[in-house]
DNA sequence: TTGAAAGCGCTAACAC
DNA sequence: GTGTTAGCGCTTTCAA
């Protein structure tokens, strides 16, 4: 198959290829009688337009890459879907690239987004990375650049994230309406911002509910399912008394359940547990296990909206950044009912 | 930042453009002196190569295109995951489009692919897709398509799938040789290729263990989580006996577990349970729910691995298109594990 | 309303 | 070993 251009066109039809050209992006000042025997032998011809010749010569490009540790997380690959339906609504594509946490191939990821001239770029930083000068570049060159979930604070660029802080306080408020009194802790042993904000958000709903603070219930860890079991059997040899767990996230939160269950301790009765995360399998474990949402989807959404709004704006790195933070929600299962009403 | 060019480069060190072209590329004809020292200035001056440039004029681009029907399905994002890996390793990037199970949007991520020139396209049809015009476009154009998972097998493309058949039989083989003897098998009303190959592996189990073939015992319909529950309730309903389910795929597994260790019949001992996809939470549940593994990673890695090799063949579309089909893998947990020895 | 001409940044054939 | 030249297929001024 022999490759169409315009001038293939333009000789059928005896016009000049600019007219062509210019019928086909719909300009103005073609009479519709030409853009319609132009459209109709484009199409006759098989034609297909070449982004890569329109974008170099208009200097713009309808691409915007985005990259992310890893699409076999399932909070990335979500926020992914997200992010790609409303890029696509928008008449954008996205190219796409995992870093797989290393900071190798992110800086990689984010040259070759440079140099295919994509129109921005969407990221989730890598958890090795610790340098940014491959991210400042991008806004050196004075390409729209939006984090979401893992932010390089020190940037100043727009980003979405969800409020941890209120993910935490809005668990642990859960457990102590149920009339949870002594609510265990499970957190990480490295300071990660998000664990930190969670652990926050768990210290100030015992505060606004005057519970005291028992620095034996916060359990310090590599985060895991089987961190989450070793809690359960460390508290017991302990013997510590608890009535309820607010895990981290939900795998730890699902080795918790796991170990009581083996300790024919019931859930929710005589302990409550919740997670973070709200992971798909958290509605199909029996009892089914509480958690709060982290609103992938929107997330992905907002983010797409946020950054097409910043290729829209010419004043880009101007004002302040933009800085959308979302509430994640509260979902109640069995793991945490202990009262009809919550 | 003003753009720089290799003309920026040129003018620098008073050589010709395309000597700074050649040296960038690594030319044999270049003296390692030159290359060194515009390697340098290149670095000086920021300069990144335009591949929009480059692969308009050379004809050759390193994006390939991948569509899918939802990044939001742990079973897409997995094989993406893997295509994305092994595409990058080899100097490709990846172009994502998700067709949300239409056939409007697939037609549309296809002729984006085509305009934005990709070297080729991997694609897992979308459901609604019943016409397949735009795919026989890509053939015609020469450009190197593969499919996976969902083929369409009039194009005579190559592809990778797994062997549902083989899944099919593992899985009720494995009941079998539990010592179960009625076994359920839920499927779906709809003649979907894959579907129909799991219910001939499981026919073809029940005859090779020379055990009778009870149509009252295989269920059609709308498969979900909830037709599981409901395949159980009627059973019961029915008073038809059977002492193991196979279910198409985890969710609807999943009900079946569910609804069972609701009316308190002991999982495995009175009924085994075994799904299909082994989803996350198949590990995760209580009893762990058996499985057939479809190689998700693998696929993907496959799948790019032939592409790659398609892409540097010449005679393309000559000989017979190969086709891989992977061998799925039984995974056994506690849902079925009644005896001690498999 | 249309045409002519220049050029985006690069590759590659052809010179020397 | 390096320079010259001609485009790839478009967009976009300028002119008519």
């Keep these: 198959m022999k490759k169409v ?3 293939d066109i333009a000789k059928e039809l005896n016009v000049s290829f600019s007219t062509v050209a210019r019928a086909l992006n719909d300009h103005p000042a073609i009479s519709e009688a030409t853009k319609k025997s132009v459209r109709e032998t484009a199409q006759k011809l098989n034609y297909r337009q070449n982004k890569l010749a329109s974008s170099l010569r208009s200097g713009h490009s309808n691409t915007i890459g985005v990259i992310v540790p ?15 339906k409303i890029i696509n609504e928008n008449g954008y594509s996205i190219l796409l690239y ?28 890598a958890k090795e990375t610790t340098k940014y000068e491959h991210f400042s570049e991008i806004r050196r060159r004075r390409i729209p650049l939006l984090f979401f979930d893992r932010v390089v604070e020190s940037l100043h660029v727009p980003s979405v994230t969800i409020d941890d802080h209120k993910g935490g306080f809005l668990a642990t408020e859960h457990l102590i309406r149920q009339g949870y009194k002594r609510i265990v802790h499970i957190t990480a042993k490295q300071t990660i911002g998000i664990f930190k904000e969670r652990l926050r958000g768990y210290l100030d ?4 509910y005057n ?16 961190f989450g079991r070793q809690c359960i059997r460390d508290l017991y040899l302990r013997e510590v008394s608890f009535d309820a767990v607010f895990a981290l996230e939900d795998f730890t939160a699902m080795g918790v359940l796991q ?13 409550g547990v919740i997670g973070f995360a709200n992971e798909s399998f958290a509605a199909l474990v029996t009892p089914g296990l509480s958690s709060i949402d982290q609103q992938t989807v929107p997330m992905g959404e907002a983010a797409a909206e946020l950054f097409l709004k910043m290729l829209r704006s010419e004043d880009l790195y101007n004002n302040l950044p933009k800085r959308i933070v979302l509430d994640p929600s509260l979902i109640v299962r ?3 009912e202990r009262l009809a009403s919550s």
Tied chains: 1, 2.
């Design 70 to 84: 890893s699409l076999d997380v399932s909070f990335f690959s979500s926020v992914v879907h997200g992010i790609e």
């Design 334 to 336: 069995a793991s945490t």
């Design 211 to 226: 519970l005291p603070v028992d620095e034996s219930l916060i359990l310090y860890g590599d985060f895991s399912l089987d």
């Design 259 to 271: 170990q009581l269950l083996a300790y024919k301790v019931r859930v929710p009765e005589e302990v």
């Design 5 to 7: 251009t315009i001038h």
């Design 98 to 125: 995992q870093s797989n946490e290393s900071y190798e191939s992110e800086k990689k990821g984010i040259e070759t987004f440079l140099n295919s001239r994509v129109a921005g770029i969407i990221a989730s930083v």
């Design 205 to 208: 709903a015992l505060k606004l």
